[in-house]
Structure formats: structure tokens, C-alpha cells
């Protein structure tokens, strides 16, 4: 389709992919582009990092997404640069990509808030090669308490600081805690599953601070059940090799801080593109960037205002920008006037604890407990991309759920490989 | 059981991990070590490596398996040393264990017969993170094929050489052509599956020396079938970034080149200890090391004469060499007479080439096409280790039988992490 209409989507996350998809079968010639070769489902990343799934079970090829596509390509490429006047973009490897559209979905990495140190000394919680450092660290901590005869670097080994009370906290520390149980409590007979503590940090007065404060307080006890030491009005000031300092001046002696306490925009445009305080892209009424008619913004990168204030760094956002934004591109190409400016609809939000506990904020229908978690697990099966992917997840989750076990706790490192990072730059 | 007979065994392969579950439930104390979390069934290794199995698929954590026993430990550790006079072994991080009886059961590693460059520029498969590095590197060339408008760099990134002739690079070079087929014919519309080539190169004259010439030639048949290129009677003189070498002279311009064309024994003990020719530690009749009552040496490592030679380095020989010495401590513990010499029975080998096409050899018995297929599919599943891990791999292979799918195509690699390095020595 030489002559088609260009479309070049950033980004193959939750927003490019949905944007992608409904492009799918239109007249426009749309190419993907992302710097890994999958789509991850983000917000199962937790039970990766926690031995439970594999991460096949939670991330889908791209290009398998489009293979039967007559117009969808992808190619495996970082995006480094933007020329909005030629019309380009270009790749880590020097390629210009023309466009005649354009869709930025480049999506969001840890924010540490300039803290050098805490960066290095902590373990995020956003991509696949995160989660699976985070399992080997974890594992390789219980090896290493279970190796040492001195107390004190013992307790070290086993105490884990979770920082950031959201829902990626929350998930994380309640599957960290029945991973503990599991396998700290089987299979480590030197050890004992009460010498392990968890501990999680909020600088709000209450965990999950976008849902209802109710649903807050059913996380917070829900977690301090599990004997998982809940710190509110808290903010970590530094970080070393075998220490946190918080901001009350408490050294906790810990090898393991995790960091889900903030994400920031990334995307390739210069500095002063148009921005918003939160760094985000500013879009307009119609998810177009602010000045460009042919750029569009979407997902955790834009800067989509509300009434309520700007729409928050989720999924669903991202997925029903995507779509509005495709539908745009098909009309406009149809000739049709151009669709009514974008509207979110807010269909709630939702976090898992443990076992028969997680929290729903549904349309203003709050679920909590076992009714919380079977709507949970439900809507994660659905939103999982591929049927092999929603059958595996499945099968772990009943598997878990009837046998207790953690098949995957495996400590193993891909090697380094030249070519592999030449290409994959993330 | 402080006053207990103290077994270390070192090395948690195939003998390893046999001679302690024999002795699991025995009076002595069993400490079994290594440098790995999990015992690896290496037979699959070549699945993980094309996309087709997960690691946790032919993984098994080491503790787990003995998470019942009373008398085996494990702990994650690399030997790197043995004190026969003070009895004790010592560990990477510098600790001391005593034993009464050791077993030594270190396995093997790539030999590259000192060609430093060969090592460098090729990729091995014997381990777990080399088998996920080739994975990674195999995915990332069809992306750089995809990418380059050079056509003799891209034929570069579309050619694959594997080197030896055995069941390792015979059964890779199969399922790398299946893994082309699906992955390259489907998702790749830039591309041609015709533009990729796999050679493989045996210094022998035939395929499968192993084997019996009939099955050899059979399995030359069937690569021939699958278009790859199969050269015998050469070797591979050097390697570098971009080509291969052949002994004939010959240059081939190729990105990937993978490594089984050989093993060599790998022990902590010193240059001079009792080893043959082969570098292997010299075993007597009853698999003690030459010289010494209280430490037996199994498996790869071993030098185990027969009258046709030394035994071969394969998993069914170190299984049952594992079982006979763990029966020797038991009934030395039990005071009776010790054991009569060891004897191995062979039950053949197999390997597997393709969809209904495999070899074996099974006590006189020469199977080849479906129903050495057929036989090649249920013996490995009947010695994968652990009721998931058998589900697993069934169901794995049953969505590749029906669907011809690769959905673990992820180019992914685990963060670098320093406490998981100092635990994880390789």
C-alpha cells in the first residue's frame, strides 16, 4: 500500500496495542514500533517477580498479535527521536520512519525523584527483565540467610522493603508474603518464616490512595494479618547495599528494597515539546499534542485533563484513548467529520492481596474480600491477550491455589548477549 | 542428627540428584550441593532454547524435591575445593563442610579444545541461562533481518551454524527449523523462510556417531528433508563477530553459531589428581576415586572403564552410577558386605529430529520415523522430574502439535543483579 495513509504508533503497550488493533483492517498502512519484541500485561507483572507465573504467561508477541493483519506491521525498535517537520521518526539504529500520523504511546518509567542512589539500590517493578531480576534477587536472599551464621546479616537478608503504597505495593507485598510461606516455610528448614519481615512504606496517610478509603483500610488490615508492617506518612530518604533510611530517621537493615512509589512519562520529544507540570505530553480535547493536528498522545505520556484533574497512569485510559484515537484516523480518512472530543469512562479500579482478599472500586460499587477476588481474577482472565496465555494463567492460579506451590522459583540469568542488546535497548 | 554418617554430594544433575534420593530416608546425614537452585532435565534444553518449553518447564527447584525428607539438605553453593586430609570441601563464599563419605558429581562444561575465539563467538547449550542467551540471540537476528535493506548482511542475520553432529546439535538444528518455519514463515512478511539457512557440521563421517549407522544416515535423511545443509568430515577452524571458518577453508558469513561439539569433565579437585587420558577422574570398580575409600566420583566426570571403553557422558550412565553409590553407603552403614563391582546396563539412546521423526537405539532394538518418535515423547516425559512439570511439557507439546506455535518467542533477559551473581557463580 504505497499510497495509503502512514500511521506510526509508538509504543506497544496497553494504549498502542489497542490502538493498533482497531486500526487493524482500515485503509491506513500502520506500523508498530516497540523496544521490546511483546506486549506485557503490566498488572500481572507482580506474580511474575513472585514465582507464580512465567513470563510467556504474561506477555504476547507483536508481531504474533498482527501476523494475519493486512495492513498492521511491527518492528522490534526504540524511538529516540521525532522530527515533526519532515515528518520522520527515527530509531536507535538511525532509520528515518516517515508518518503521515503519528501515535505516541511510549508509556512510563520508575520515577525516583532525582534520588541517584535509591535508584541503584532498589528493584522496580515496570518490565519483564525487572520482575525476573526481583524473583532471582528474592530467592537468591532466602539462599544467602540460610548460608550466613551471623544473626544480624541473617535478618538482613530476610527483610524486605517494599516502598509505595499503591497497588503495585499492595499486590506485590501480599504475594511476597504467601511466596515466604511457601517456600520459606517449606523448603528452608535452617530458617524461620517468622525471622522474615515485610515491610511497606506510604507517604499518604492510607494505602491505595485512588480508591475509596474504606477499601484502604481493608488492604491495610488485610496486610497487617499477614504480620506485613505497614508504614504510613512515611517517605524513604536514602538507600544503601544493606540499608533504608526513612524519613523519621529509622535505619531499617534490609538487602531488598523494591520500588513501586512512582512512575514518570517517557517519551522521545525534546524538552520543551508541549508539557504539563506532571511532565506528561498536553493533549487537547481530541487527544491530539497540543499544536500538532497529525500527532496524537496517549496512555501514561499524555496529559488528558479532566474535571477531576489529569486521567491517572492506567490501563484503561490508555486502552480507550488508543481507540478513540484509531477511530479518529479511520473517520478522518472516510472523510467524515471529525468524532466528539474524548471522554473517559471510568469503569473503577481494582487491586488483589492474598488469597480470597482483593479490593474492587467498580462504579461506585466497592468490593472487598472473597467477592473482590473472584471479580479480580475474572477481569484479569479477560484482559489477558491469547487464549494459551489466559489457559496458563489458569492453570498456575488453580495449581497455586490447590497445591500451595511455587514451581518457578528458579534463580537463572539469560546471559549477556551483544546482539541481543544491540537490538533490544531497554 | 548431629553424630550421623555425613554424605556431601556434590552436584545436583542426573547422579547427583539419584544417589540422594537413594539415600533419602537412609541413617546418614545428606548434604547435597549446587551451584544451581534447581536440577536442570538437559535432555529438553534445546526446546527452551527455541521457544518451545519455559525454563520452568525442565527446572526443578532442588529444595523442593527433598522438602520432605528428614535427612537431605540442599544448599546453593559452588565447590571449589577438597581438603581429602582435613575431609572437608570448601564453597565459593569460603565455608568449610566436613563429610564422611563424598561424592563427587560435577558434570561437564562446553570444550572448545582451547580455541579462546570459538568460545567467545559461539553460544553453548548445556546450561540453562546459555540455552534462554540463544533463544534471545536466534529472535533478535530475524529482527535484524527484518531491519537491514543490506541483503548480504541480512543472509548474515538468516544464517545459523551449529556445530557437532551429536544428539545435542542434531536435535537443536531439527526443532531451530521448525522454529523458523512457524516463527519466520508467519510473522515475518519482510522476509522469506527460503533466505535462511542452517548448517550443521560434524567432524565425523556420519551424524549420531553414538548411534548405529542406519540411524544416523536416517537422521542425515531427515535434516537433508528440512533443506539444512549437513557437512561431515569438517571442522570449524575460527570464528569471529560476523563468519565461521571451515577446516576445508571455506568462509560462511553467519551471526549465530552454537557450540555441541563437545564436553569436557569439570571437578575442583587439583590438576594431579587420579584422572585418564580423557581428563575424567579415574574411577575403580566401585566407583571410588583411584586411592580413595570414602570418595566416589559419577557421571560426566568419572572415568567408568568397561570393556568397550569408557562410559559415555550421558544422563542414563550417571543415574545409575548415582543409585549404585548411594546403595554402597547404605549398605556400609548397615555393616553388610560391600556391594559387587558396578555394572552398567545400557538402555539405549534416542534422539529426536523433528515432527514423527526420531532415533533410537534401545537395546538392540532400532527404532527411527513415528514410532521412534512415538517411544523418544514418553520416555522423557517419564523422567521429567515432578507431576507439573510433566503437565507442563504435555501440554506444551500438544499446542505445538496442533497449533504449530512458538508463544514463548520473548527476547527477555533477567536484569543483572549483584547478590544474585555472588550466590550464582555460573
Known sequence: MPDSHRVVVVGGGFGGLACARVLDGSDASVLLLDRHNYHLFTPLLYQVATALLDPSDIAYPLRRAFRTSRNVRFRQALVTDVDFERHVVRTHVGDEIPYDSLVIATGGVNNYFGNAPLAEHSIGLKTLPEALRLRNHVLSCLERAAQTIDPSERKAWLTFVVVGGGPTGVEYAGALSELLDIVLGNDYPELNRADATITIIEGLDRLLGAFH??????AEQTLRGFHIDVRLRTLVEKADDDSVTLSSGERIDAKTVVWSAGVRPWDPL?????????????????LRLKGHEDVF??????????????????????????????????????????????RYLDKGTMATIGRHAAVADVRGLKLKGFLGWLTWLLVHIYYLIGFRNRIAVLASWAWNYLVRDRPIRLIVRGNTDPVAEQTDPG
Not at 508539557?275 to 498536553?282: A, G, N, P, T, V
Not at 496512555?299 to 479518529?328: C, F, I, K, N, W
Open 213 to 218: 478509603p474504606r477499601l484502604g483500610k481493608y
Open 270 to 286: 525534546p524538552e520543551d515539546a508541549p508539557r504539563k507540570h506532571s511532565k506528561r505530553l498536553e493533549a487537547d480535547e481530541r
Open 297 to 342: 498522545v496517549i496512555g501514561d505520556v499524555a496529559a488528558v485533563q479532566t474535571p477531576r484533574g489529569e486521567l491517572p497512569m492506567l490501563s484503561p485510559p490508555a486502552m480507550q484513548e488508543g481507540r478513540y484515537v484509531a477511530h479518529t484516523i479511520r473517520e478522518q480518512r472516510a472523510g467524515r467529520d471529525v468524532r466528539k472530543p474524548f
